[in-house]
């Protein structure tokens, strides 16, 4: 989730961050999926902007709030194609 209500400083979460910052995890991202509020405009979905960016991995989706049932299958879908992609190379 995008936290910091347009502060980018504050937009990852301090548990995402920690997480990140070892280096065995960071090296196992292959992507991001990012869950905000559009009601932050430009700020919706920036810790996904940011982590993606950051670590060199595609954003995989975003999602308002709690999602619906068509987002989850598009994430789904995205998260299939990717695994193949990973596993042919």
Request: charged share 20%; proline share 4%.
């Given at each position: 989730?995008?936290?910091?209500?347009?502060?980018?400083?504050?937009?990852i979460p301090?548990?995402?961050?920690?997480?990140?910052?070892?280096?065995?995890n960071?090296d196992?991202?292959r992507?991001?999926?990012?869950f905000?509020?559009?009601?932050?405009?430009?700020?919706?979905c920036?810790a996904?902007?940011?982590i993606?960016?950051?670590?060199?991995?595609?954003?995989?989706?975003?999602?308002e709030?709690l999602?619906?049932p068509?987002?989850?299958?598009?994430?789904q879908?995205?998260?299939?194609?990717?695994?193949?992609?990973?596993?042919?190379?």
């Amino acid at each position: 989730p995008t936290y910091g209500g347009g502060n980018d400083g504050y937009s990852i979460p301090a548990s995402v961050k920690a997480f990140l910052n070892i280096e065995s995890n960071r090296d196992l991202v292959r992507g991001v999926v990012g869950f905000g509020n559009t009601n932050f405009g430009e700020h919706y979905c920036k810790a996904a902007d940011m982590i993606a960016a950051k670590i060199g991995v595609p954003i995989l989706g975003r999602v308002e709030l709690l999602g619906t049932p068509e987002e989850v299958i598009t994430i789904q879908e995205r998260l299939v194609k990717l695994n193949d992609t990973i596993q042919l190379s």
